[in-house]
Protein backbone atom coordinates (compact mmCIF):
# COMPACT_ATOMS: atom_id res chain seq x y z
CA UNK A 1 0.00 0.00 0.00
CA UNK A 2 2.92 2.59 1.09
CA UNK A 3 4.69 2.21 -2.62
CA UNK A 4 1.18 3.17 -4.27
CA UNK A 5 0.59 6.14 -2.16
CA UNK A 6 4.57 7.19 -2.75
CA UNK A 7 4.14 6.69 -6.74
CA UNK A 8 1.08 8.49 -6.53
CA UNK A 9 2.57 11.54 -4.47
CA UNK A 10 5.51 11.56 -6.63
CA UNK A 11 3.56 11.65 -9.88
CA UNK A 12 1.49 14.44 -8.68
CA UNK A 13 4.35 16.55 -6.95
CA UNK A 14 6.09 16.54 -10.58
CA UNK A 15 3.56 18.73 -11.79
CA UNK A 16 3.85 22.26 -11.75
CA UNK A 17 0.63 23.81 -10.59
CA UNK A 18 0.96 27.26 -9.14
CA UNK A 19 -2.38 28.89 -8.52
CA UNK A 20 -4.25 29.60 -11.49
CA UNK A 21 -2.26 26.88 -13.52
CA UNK A 22 -3.78 23.82 -12.65
CA UNK A 23 -4.84 22.96 -15.97
CA UNK A 24 -0.93 21.89 -16.61
CA UNK A 25 -1.71 18.79 -14.48
CA UNK A 26 -5.03 17.63 -16.29
CA UNK A 27 -3.18 14.53 -17.98
CA UNK A 28 -1.53 13.57 -14.97
CA UNK A 29 -4.45 13.71 -13.10
CA UNK A 30 -6.54 11.52 -15.50
CA UNK A 31 -3.40 9.31 -15.98
CA UNK A 32 -3.49 8.37 -12.30
CA UNK A 33 -7.67 8.32 -11.96
CA UNK A 34 -7.66 5.73 -15.18
CA UNK A 35 -10.58 3.82 -15.26
CA UNK A 36 -11.75 3.89 -11.07
CA UNK A 37 -13.88 6.89 -12.11
CA UNK A 38 -17.14 6.85 -14.37
CA UNK A 39 -16.53 10.36 -14.94
CA UNK A 40 -13.57 13.03 -14.72
CA UNK A 41 -14.53 16.63 -15.76
CA UNK A 42 -13.01 20.23 -15.68
CA UNK A 43 -14.80 23.13 -14.00
CA UNK A 44 -14.63 26.69 -16.06
CA UNK A 45 -12.51 27.88 -12.79
CA UNK A 46 -10.01 24.69 -13.36
CA UNK A 47 -10.85 21.88 -10.49
CA UNK A 48 -10.87 18.93 -11.78
CA UNK A 49 -14.05 16.71 -10.91
CA UNK A 50 -14.25 12.67 -10.65
CA UNK A 51 -17.53 11.11 -10.30
CA UNK A 52 -17.91 6.98 -8.64
CA UNK A 53 -21.16 6.35 -8.53
CA UNK A 54 -22.45 3.50 -5.96
CA UNK A 55 -25.14 1.04 -7.22
CA UNK A 56 -27.27 2.46 -4.53
CA UNK A 57 -30.06 4.28 -6.44
CA UNK A 58 -31.44 6.07 -3.60
CA UNK A 59 -26.99 7.41 -2.15
CA UNK A 60 -26.84 10.79 -1.12
CA UNK A 61 -23.89 12.84 -2.17
CA UNK A 62 -20.78 13.45 -1.37
CA UNK A 63 -18.22 15.50 -1.58
CA UNK A 64 -14.54 15.33 -1.38
CA UNK A 65 -12.26 17.70 -1.61
CA UNK A 66 -8.88 18.57 -1.36
CA UNK A 67 -7.09 21.58 -3.40
CA UNK A 68 -3.90 21.04 -6.33
CA UNK A 69 -2.75 24.29 -6.64
CA UNK A 70 0.37 25.61 -4.24
CA UNK A 71 2.26 29.04 -3.79
CA UNK A 72 4.36 30.19 -6.28
CA UNK A 73 5.14 33.61 -8.11
CA UNK A 74 4.67 35.68 -11.21
CA UNK A 75 6.92 37.60 -12.92
CA UNK A 76 6.63 41.38 -13.14
CA UNK A 77 10.39 42.67 -14.85
CA UNK A 78 12.97 41.24 -16.86
CA UNK A 79 16.06 43.36 -15.72
CA UNK A 80 19.63 43.48 -17.37
CA UNK A 81 22.27 40.98 -16.10
CA UNK A 82 19.52 38.45 -16.69
CA UNK A 83 17.35 39.20 -13.63
CA UNK A 84 13.79 38.95 -12.68
CA UNK A 85 11.45 40.46 -10.46
CA UNK A 86 8.73 38.35 -8.81
CA UNK A 87 5.59 39.02 -7.01
CA UNK A 88 3.65 36.88 -5.10
CA UNK A 89 0.92 34.24 -5.73
CA UNK A 90 -0.19 32.77 -2.53
CA UNK A 91 1.24 33.20 1.15
CA UNK A 92 4.82 32.89 0.32
CA UNK A 93 7.18 32.89 3.29
CA UNK A 94 9.61 35.29 2.12
CA UNK A 95 12.25 34.53 5.62
CA UNK A 96 13.28 31.23 3.52
CA UNK A 97 13.04 32.55 0.18
CA UNK A 98 16.59 33.35 -0.77
CA UNK A 99 18.92 31.18 -2.50
CA UNK A 100 15.55 28.94 -3.20
CA UNK A 101 16.24 27.21 -6.40
CA UNK A 102 13.07 28.22 -8.62
CA UNK A 103 11.60 27.37 -12.33
CA UNK A 104 10.73 29.62 -14.09
CA UNK A 105 7.93 28.83 -16.74
CA UNK A 106 8.35 30.58 -19.92
CA UNK A 107 8.58 30.05 -23.58
CA UNK A 108 10.47 27.00 -22.54
CA UNK A 109 11.23 26.06 -18.89
CA UNK A 110 14.82 27.72 -17.26
CA UNK A 111 16.59 27.40 -14.27
CA UNK A 112 16.51 30.42 -11.36
CA UNK A 113 17.73 31.09 -7.95
CA UNK A 114 16.04 33.85 -6.02
CA UNK A 115 18.39 36.07 -4.22
CA UNK A 116 19.03 39.76 -2.65
CA UNK A 117 21.11 42.11 -1.33
CA UNK A 118 24.09 39.82 0.50
CA UNK A 119 23.83 40.54 4.50
CA UNK A 120 27.19 42.46 4.41
CA UNK A 121 25.87 45.09 1.95
CA UNK A 122 22.18 45.91 3.65
CA UNK A 123 22.15 48.93 5.03
CA UNK A 124 21.89 49.65 9.04
CA UNK A 125 18.71 48.88 10.24
CA UNK A 126 17.47 47.47 7.03
CA UNK A 127 14.64 44.55 8.01
CA UNK A 128 16.13 41.63 8.58
CA UNK A 129 13.40 39.84 6.87
CA UNK A 130 13.58 40.77 2.68
CA UNK A 131 10.32 42.24 1.54
CA UNK A 132 9.24 40.03 -2.46
CA UNK A 133 10.51 43.66 -4.32
CA UNK A 134 13.85 43.09 -2.64
CA UNK A 135 13.93 39.90 -4.25
CA UNK A 136 15.18 39.06 -7.64
CA UNK A 137 15.84 35.57 -9.90
CA UNK A 138 18.98 34.89 -11.00
CA UNK A 139 18.84 33.32 -14.17
CA UNK A 140 22.42 33.62 -16.07
CA UNK A 141 20.87 34.61 -19.15
CA UNK A 142 21.89 38.20 -20.75
CA UNK A 143 19.16 40.47 -20.89
CA UNK A 144 18.43 40.01 -24.80
CA UNK A 145 18.27 36.62 -24.49
CA UNK A 146 16.06 36.30 -21.54
CA UNK A 147 13.27 38.57 -23.20
CA UNK A 148 12.99 36.40 -25.86
CA UNK A 149 12.24 33.17 -23.38
CA UNK A 150 10.38 35.26 -20.70
CA UNK A 151 7.42 37.38 -20.48
CA UNK A 152 5.27 39.73 -17.91
CA UNK A 153 2.99 37.63 -16.36
CA UNK A 154 4.64 34.08 -16.48
CA UNK A 155 4.38 31.76 -13.61
CA UNK A 156 7.72 30.78 -11.07
CA UNK A 157 6.80 27.60 -9.11
CA UNK A 158 9.48 26.27 -6.50
CA UNK A 159 12.21 23.19 -8.45
CA UNK A 160 10.14 20.25 -8.39
CA UNK A 161 12.13 17.63 -6.86
CA UNK A 162 10.72 14.97 -3.59
CA UNK A 163 13.58 13.63 -1.73
CA UNK A 164 12.49 10.84 0.86
CA UNK A 165 14.08 11.13 4.35
CA UNK A 166 14.18 8.53 6.96
CA UNK A 167 11.21 6.92 8.94
CA UNK A 168 8.65 7.45 6.22
CA UNK A 169 9.01 11.23 6.00
CA UNK A 170 9.23 13.03 2.45
CA UNK A 171 10.15 16.64 1.49
CA UNK A 172 9.22 18.88 -1.12
CA UNK A 173 6.97 21.88 -2.64
CA UNK A 174 3.44 21.44 -3.01
CA UNK A 175 2.98 19.00 -0.49
CA UNK A 176 -0.04 21.47 0.53
CA UNK A 177 -2.00 19.83 -0.86
CA UNK A 178 -1.29 17.12 -2.88
CA UNK A 179 -0.89 14.85 0.54
CA UNK A 180 -4.48 15.26 0.87
CA UNK A 181 -5.22 14.80 -3.37
CA UNK A 182 -3.16 11.29 -3.16
CA UNK A 183 -4.89 9.97 -0.09
CA UNK A 184 -8.69 10.64 -1.77
CA UNK A 185 -7.47 9.10 -5.31
CA UNK A 186 -5.96 6.13 -3.70
CA UNK A 187 -9.01 5.49 -1.23
CA UNK A 188 -11.72 5.85 -4.04
CA UNK A 189 -9.43 3.76 -6.42
CA UNK A 190 -9.96 0.77 -3.94
CA UNK A 191 -13.50 0.86 -3.31
CA UNK A 192 -15.41 -0.85 -5.48
CA UNK A 193 -18.99 0.88 -6.41
CA UNK A 194 -20.85 -2.33 -5.03
CA UNK A 195 -18.96 -1.28 -1.19
CA UNK A 196 -20.03 2.00 -1.88
CA UNK A 197 -22.40 3.87 0.35
CA UNK A 198 -22.96 7.06 -1.98
CA UNK A 199 -22.35 8.84 -4.96
CA UNK A 200 -18.81 10.37 -4.49
CA UNK A 201 -17.57 13.89 -6.26
CA UNK A 202 -14.34 13.94 -5.80
CA UNK A 203 -13.07 18.02 -6.42
CA UNK A 204 -9.21 18.15 -7.05
CA UNK A 205 -9.65 21.91 -6.70
CA UNK A 206 -8.39 25.20 -8.05
CA UNK A 207 -7.45 28.57 -6.60
CA UNK A 208 -7.33 27.59 -2.79
CA UNK A 209 -4.08 29.56 -1.91
CA UNK A 210 -5.78 32.69 -3.73
CA UNK A 211 -9.22 33.13 -2.39
CA UNK A 212 -10.90 29.78 -1.82
CA UNK A 213 -12.98 29.82 -5.10
CA UNK A 214 -12.45 26.51 -6.96
CA UNK A 215 -14.39 24.49 -4.54
CA UNK A 216 -17.10 26.29 -3.56
CA UNK A 217 -18.00 26.95 -7.15
CA UNK A 218 -18.16 23.49 -7.53
CA UNK A 219 -20.53 22.87 -4.98
CA UNK A 220 -22.72 25.28 -6.53
CA UNK A 221 -22.52 22.68 -9.13
CA UNK A 222 -22.62 19.61 -7.90
CA UNK A 223 -25.72 19.89 -4.92
CA UNK A 224 -23.86 17.98 -2.49
CA UNK A 225 -25.50 16.60 0.75
CA UNK A 226 -22.17 16.48 2.80
CA UNK A 227 -18.82 17.75 1.86
CA UNK A 228 -15.36 16.36 3.58
CA UNK A 229 -12.73 18.64 3.12
CA UNK A 230 -9.11 17.55 3.41
CA UNK A 231 -5.92 19.59 3.85
CA UNK A 232 -2.96 20.07 5.46
CA UNK A 233 -2.35 20.99 9.17
CA UNK A 234 0.51 22.66 11.28
CA UNK A 235 2.81 19.84 12.11
CA UNK A 236 4.07 20.28 15.91
CA UNK A 237 7.53 21.46 16.47
CA UNK A 238 10.69 23.04 18.03
CA UNK A 239 8.62 26.84 19.03
CA UNK A 240 5.42 25.76 17.47
CA UNK A 241 2.05 26.45 20.15
CA UNK A 242 1.10 22.54 20.78
CA UNK A 243 -2.57 23.27 21.05
CA UNK A 244 -2.21 24.65 17.38
CA UNK A 245 -0.89 21.73 15.88
CA UNK A 246 -1.04 17.89 15.02
CA UNK A 247 1.66 15.57 15.34
CA UNK A 248 3.19 13.75 12.96
CA UNK A 249 2.91 9.60 12.71
CA UNK A 250 -0.32 10.30 14.98
CA UNK A 251 -2.58 9.50 11.86
CA UNK A 252 -5.09 12.38 9.98
CA UNK A 253 -6.81 14.67 12.19
CA UNK A 254 -10.75 15.64 12.07
CA UNK A 255 -10.84 19.62 13.02
CA UNK A 256 -13.61 20.41 15.40
CA UNK A 257 -14.61 24.12 14.67
CA UNK A 258 -17.52 25.90 15.45
CA UNK A 259 -17.53 26.75 11.10
CA UNK A 260 -18.26 22.67 10.41
CA UNK A 261 -21.16 20.26 11.40
CA UNK A 262 -21.04 19.12 14.76
CA UNK A 263 -22.83 15.95 14.47
CA UNK A 264 -21.31 15.09 11.49
CA UNK A 265 -17.86 15.38 13.25
CA UNK A 266 -19.24 13.16 15.73
CA UNK A 267 -20.16 10.59 13.41
CA UNK A 268 -16.96 10.04 11.88
CA UNK A 269 -15.04 10.72 15.23
CA UNK A 270 -16.92 7.35 16.41
CA UNK A 271 -16.70 6.04 13.00
CA UNK A 272 -12.88 5.81 13.44
CA UNK A 273 -13.00 4.15 17.23
CA UNK A 274 -15.48 1.58 16.54
CA UNK A 275 -12.64 0.75 13.46
CA UNK A 276 -10.07 1.49 15.21
CA UNK A 277 -8.55 3.96 13.29
CA UNK A 278 -5.52 5.71 14.11
CA UNK A 279 -6.38 9.52 14.06
CA UNK A 280 -6.31 12.64 15.93
CA UNK A 281 -8.47 15.54 17.09
CA UNK A 282 -7.80 19.63 16.84
CA UNK A 283 -10.09 22.02 17.60
CA UNK A 284 -10.35 25.33 15.85
CA UNK A 285 -12.85 27.41 17.39
CA UNK A 286 -13.22 29.91 13.85
CA UNK A 287 -12.15 29.19 10.45
CA UNK A 288 -10.00 26.45 9.76
CA UNK A 289 -8.34 28.20 6.78
CA UNK A 290 -9.45 25.48 4.21
CA UNK A 291 -12.13 25.46 1.55
CA UNK A 292 -14.49 24.88 4.43
CA UNK A 293 -15.01 28.29 4.98
CA UNK A 294 -16.44 28.86 0.90
CA UNK A 295 -17.99 25.24 0.59
CA UNK A 296 -20.18 25.24 3.17
CA UNK A 297 -22.47 28.44 2.25
CA UNK A 298 -22.34 26.71 -1.33
CA UNK A 299 -25.77 26.88 -2.36
CA UNK A 300 -28.42 26.79 0.19
CA UNK A 301 -25.47 25.60 2.72
CA UNK A 302 -23.96 22.16 3.18
CA UNK A 303 -23.16 19.67 6.13
CA UNK A 304 -18.82 20.06 6.58
CA UNK A 305 -16.50 18.16 8.28
CA UNK A 306 -12.57 18.81 7.79
CA UNK A 307 -9.81 15.75 7.89
CA UNK A 308 -6.30 17.30 7.80
CA UNK A 309 -2.78 15.75 7.19
CA UNK A 310 0.14 17.05 9.79
CA UNK A 311 2.74 19.16 7.82
CA UNK A 312 6.19 20.83 8.82
CA UNK A 313 7.69 24.04 6.92
CA UNK A 314 4.15 24.80 5.15
CA UNK A 315 4.38 27.05 2.36
CA UNK A 316 7.87 26.72 1.47
CA UNK A 317 10.21 24.80 -0.85
CA UNK A 318 10.50 22.29 1.39
CA UNK A 319 7.29 20.74 3.00
CA UNK A 320 7.29 17.97 4.93
CA UNK A 321 4.78 15.29 5.35
CA UNK A 322 4.70 11.55 6.70
CA UNK A 323 3.41 8.84 4.49
CA UNK A 324 1.76 7.14 7.08
CA UNK A 325 -0.53 10.17 7.95
CA UNK A 326 -1.44 10.30 4.24
CA UNK A 327 -2.37 6.17 4.64
CA UNK A 328 -3.98 7.04 7.57
CA UNK A 329 -6.14 9.86 5.62
CA UNK A 330 -6.82 7.24 3.11
CA UNK A 331 -8.07 4.79 5.68
CA UNK A 332 -10.37 7.38 7.42
CA UNK A 333 -11.75 7.82 3.54
CA UNK A 334 -12.09 4.17 2.56
CA UNK A 335 -14.39 3.72 5.79
CA UNK A 336 -16.42 7.02 5.48
CA UNK A 337 -17.15 6.15 1.77
CA UNK A 338 -18.22 2.58 2.58
CA UNK A 339 -19.22 2.33 6.23
CA UNK A 340 -20.35 5.81 7.40
CA UNK A 341 -23.32 6.97 9.25
CA UNK A 342 -23.21 10.60 8.41
Known amino acids: MMEKIKSTLVALCEEMTVSGYEYRAENKIRELCGSAFDE ?13 KSKNKNAKRLLIDAHLDNVGMM ?34 EIYGLVTSTPPHLRKAGADSVPKMDELYIDTGYSLEELEKIVTIGDPVGYRL ?28 KDVDRDELKYDIYVTVSAQEETGKNGSARSAFEIEPDIAIITDVNFASGDGTPEHECIKCRGGAAVDISSLTD ?31 EGLLISGKGVRTAVLSVPLKNMHTPCETVNLEDIKSLKEIIKAIVTDGEL
Do not use: W
Not at 40 to 52: A, D, E, M, N, T
Not at 76 to 92: A, P, Q
Open 161 to 188: KLTEMENGYVTTSGLDDKACVCAIIEAI
Open 40 to 52: IRVSPLGSFVLVK
Open 262 to 292: RALTRNIIKLLKDKGIKHQIICEPGKTYTNN
Open 75 to 108: VTDIKKGGFLSVVNIGGLDTRVLPATEVTVYGKQ
